[in-house]
């Protein structure tokens, strides 16, 4: 089989590997596709080189199909298609009150252990969750990003009826936009990157450029000055941080989606003013993924828009490379087949 490794200094390898059995808990999973998503580039960037063991496979956005089962696997067969929720939570302990998802001892798997983007991928059978037969396996690498739009949403309480904005209109913003109109928003994307807005306005959002427009009196003016009861703030810069208190309306909800690298300003006299909530959130739960199954198999929302290149497991290094000279993309996939 081939496995690319992260060598560290902007490099990729591709080497050839013996396939291995998996453990008595774990499947083996010929992978078909996985993506790279932006944690994936900070690696390549070097700025979790003291996190990241190298050399290591990293990927974990993927889709694939069963195998081989470790002799004490039940529940799948080989052949099924399944997707990986990458998280091992086996350091879970008490005072982490049951959100296996945000423990403390949490191990994310494609970075503090080896990921998808190789030919066949060892994993716990707890990490997994089966496919429809029917299930467009390229469609399926984008429910890993897409479930952190969903538990986004879910955790935002969005109401039909209600206006959200969404602030940053990349990879994740875009997700974020189409899974809360799909809960029944009316949703903006403010953006400041034009190929982004042109992909927005492709996909019926309406779009607003704050290095353009007064973003918080065009909110006023599209919502009769009630503002936005939904805030997704997912750039994570400054100006954002400053924009999202100013768009929300009375007992609005601003949701955290971005990470932020160090300490931010923040308004905290708007929150006392319109009593506005804050609410942090961090990958996803099982169930977001489930429900990002269900939108890939019915197909409720055009994800394929999202996809900007599927490439061959052989030019991991150009497309490593190719992404950072071309920010504008939304998702590259890697073929691991090919």
């Known amino acids: 089989m081939k496995a690319t490794f992260y060598q560290g200094n902007h490099s990729f390898s591709i080497e050839e590997k013996e396939v291995q059995d998996p453990s008595a808990d774990e499947v083996r999973i010929k992978v078909s596709y996985c993506g790279v998503c932006g944690t994936d580039m900070h690696i390549f960037h070097g700025n979790m080189d003291a996190r990241v063991s190298m050399p290591l496979t990293i990927g974990h956005e993927m889709s694939g199909v069963i195998d081989a089962l470790g002799a004490e696997v039940t529940g799948f067969q080989v052949g099924e298609k399944v997707v990986v929720r990458p998280l091992d939570n086996r350091g879970e302990k008490p005072s982490d009150k049951g959100h296996s998802h945000i423990c403390e001892d949490l191990k994310f798997i494609g970075i503090d252990s080896p990921g998808a983007m190789q030919q ?49 209109g990349g990879p994740i913003g875009m997700l974020v936009a189409m899974v809360a109109r799909h809960a029944g928003a009316s949703v903006v994307i403010s953006e400041v990157n034009s190929t982004r807005i042109q992909l927005a306005k492709e996909l019926g959002f309406d779009t607003v450029n704050p290095s353009e427009t007064d973003v918080v009196a065009y909110i006023k003016d599209i919502t009769e000055n009630r503002m936005a009861d939904v805030v997704f703030e997912v750039a994570g810069v400054q100006a954002t941080v400053d924009l999202m208190t100013d768009i929300a309306g009375i007992r609005s909800r601003i949701v955290m989606v971005a990470i932020h690298s160090a300490p931010r300003t923040v308004n905290l006299f708007k929150f006392f003013w319109k009593e506005l909530q804050l609410i942090g959130t961090r990958v996803y739960e099982k169930e977001d993924y489930e429900a990002a199954i269900q939108i890939v198999n019915t197909k409720a929302l055009p994800l394929e828009k999202m996809i900007t290149a599927v490439e061959p497991l052989e030019n991991i290094q150009t497309i490593f490379e190719n992404i950072d000279k071309n920010p504008d993309g939304m998702k590259v996939l890697i073929d691991c087949q090919s």
């Open 120 to 168: 066949y991928w060892n994993v716990p059978a707890f990490t997994l969750h089966k496919l429809p037969e029917s299930t467009d396996l390229k469609l399926a690498a984008l429910i890993e990003p897409l479930s952190v739009a969903c538990h986004d949403v879910r955790m935002a309480n969005v109401q039909a009826g209600e206006s959200a904005v969404v602030l940053g």
